[in-house]
């Protein structure tokens, strides 16, 4: 039989796992958009220089070594903060699943072994 009491406890931990798991949910997609507009800064400051060095340069075996070191630099910079922002991504929903790991295991029945 169930209580009242039961059902009321029921929907407080309810609410408190939305609360806690839309919390979790604010906090990685506002580390997710740091880590993009720290790319995005980086990115922008990378090809200022590229710039920069290649309008300096006065020979075209040299320019060819400015662009390869460039499109090296931003290659590796690219694979790091994909995997980076991956990895918050990742993160970010195992948090949100975790408040209600406890609610889902409270109402599964246990296996008979």
Known sequence: MIKVEDIQSYGKEHLETVVASATTVQNGLQAIASAYGDYTKRSFEDTKSF???????KSLDKAI????????SAYETFVAESQKIAGLY???AKQTYKPFEGLVAKFTPASAH
């Open 51 to 57: 710039v920069e060095k290649l309008s300096g340069v």
């Open 65 to 72: 070594e400015v662009q390869t070191e460039f499109a090296k």
């Open 90 to 92: 990742t993160d970010l």
